[in-house]
C-alpha cells in the first residue's frame, strides 16, 4: 500500500509492473537483467483518489499521462530492479502530495505609487541615456 498521508492510500493491487533492460548504471550486467521499473496506474478508474485531486494531478503532471487516463512512471536510477520500484512508488508519492495541495488563488492587486514612480523615474533615465547617444541637430 503507498501511504501519501493520513488521507490518502493508495492499495498496491492498482499497480501494474513491467520490467525491461535498463539503460542506466550497471555495466555487462545491464544487457542481462531488466532492472528498468515500470509503474502503470490506472488513475481515471482508481476508487481510492478524489476526483478534485485527479483533475490537479491530470493537470500537473500531463508528460505522464496516457490516452487512456493511465499514469505511467519509470524508474532506473539503480542497478537493481527493487531500489528501481521503490523510486517509482517515491515519485508517485511526490506527485500524489503536490495535487493533494489546493493552490491559493490569487488576489489581483494595483501597483503602489512608489513602484509606478520608480518605473517612471527608470524611463527618463533610459530615454535620457538614448537622446544623449543621438547626433546634435543643426538649427
Not at 493520513?6 to 545491464?30: C, I, K, M
Not at 509503474?39 to 481510492?48: E, I, M, T, V
Not at 515519485?91 to 517612471?120: E, H, I
Amino acid at each position: 500500500m503507498l501511504i501519501v498521508n493520513h488521507r490518502l492510500h493508495v492499495p498496491e493491487d492498482e499497480f501494474t509492473w513491467t520490467y525491461a533492460r535498463s539503460s542506466g548504471p550497471g555495466g555487462q550486467n545491464v544487457n542481462k537483467v531488466a532492472s528498468k521499473a515500470v509503474l502503470r496506474w490506472d488513475l481515471a478508474r482508481s476508487p481510492s483518489v478524489p476526483p478534485e485531486v485527479k483533475q490537479r494531478l491530470a493537470q500537473q503532471q500531463k508528460r505522464f499521462l496516457t490516452l487512456e487516463g493511465s499514469l505511467v512512471i519509470t524508474s532506473q536510477r539503480f542497478r537493481d530492479q527493487e531500489r528501481n520500484r521503490a523510486d517509482c512508488l517515491e515519485k508517485l508519492r511526490a506527485m500524489l502530495a503536490q495535487a493533494l495541495s489546493v493552490p491559493r488563488q490569487r488576489r489581483a492587486t494595483r501597483p503602489t505609487r512608489g513602484s509606478k514612480l520608480a518605473r517612471l523615474q527608470t524611463k527618463k533615465r533610459r530615454s535620457a541615456v538614448k537622446r544623449e547617444r543621438q547626433r546634435p541637430r543643426e538649427d
